[in-house]
């Protein structure tokens, strides 16, 4: 019951971000390791044209769940070996905690569209799923950035953010391509 308590305080940290090193004292990878697993099953599925192709070339062209999960974790690993590089004062564990949990807006953004793709879709709703993956990438990367500023050196705080940036890219770009009806 405390480590749950404790990856709740740690999504709340995420959820209302400020700079605060509660985060970072005690790490763990429950949190990413939920949001990550969570995230691939709701962008793995079916649709209705995969069962009229033949069984050769069955498959919807949304990502299986290992490619979401090595999406996920290799690209929080590059992040972090970045991180490292340009010098940071942060340990390599503490590092993927942070980028993990602070996947939960993202998630949240999931958990809206696949809601949204209940309706029959339009432009109007295209244009309203962009529109929360991209509030929710804007506070994934703040959230993140948060975090992790305080970790970089001044001058190289562009170079460490950069990363981070596409990290949450590519992760944003899974949800709006591949969220489609089952």
Not at 12 to 31: F, I, M, R
Not at 92 to 117: D, E, H, K, M
Not at 132 to 145: N, Q
């Amino acid at each position: 019951m405390r480590d749950l308590k404790a990856i709740g305080i740690k999504f709340w940290h995420v959820l209302y971000p400020k700079q605060s090193k509660a985060l970072l004292k005690e790490w763990d990878l429950w949190g990413p390791l939920i949001l990550c697993v969570f995230m691939a099953i709701m962008l793995q599925g079916s649709s209705s044209e995969s069962s009229k192709k033949s069984k050769d070339t069955e498959g919807d062209g949304g990502p299986q769940f290992a490619e979401v999960f090595v999406i996920f974790w290799v690209g929080a690993v590059v992040v972090t070996l970045n991180t490292k590089l340009l010098g940071g004062n942060i340990s390599f564990f503490q590092s993927i905690c942070v980028l993990g949990y602070c996947v939960c807006p993202l998630t949240v953004a999931l958990i809206v569209c696949r809601i949204i793709l209940l309706a029959s879709q339009s432009t109007v709703l295209f244009i309203v799923r962009f529109v929360v993956v991209v509030a929710a990438f804007a506070w994934s990367t703040f959230a993140s950035t948060a975090f992790l500023a305080d970790s970089q050196p001044a001058h190289r705080k562009a170079l460490a953010m950069y990363p981070i940036f596409l990290f949450y890219f590519v992760i944003s770009w899974l949800i709006i391509s591949h969220t489609h009806t089952s």
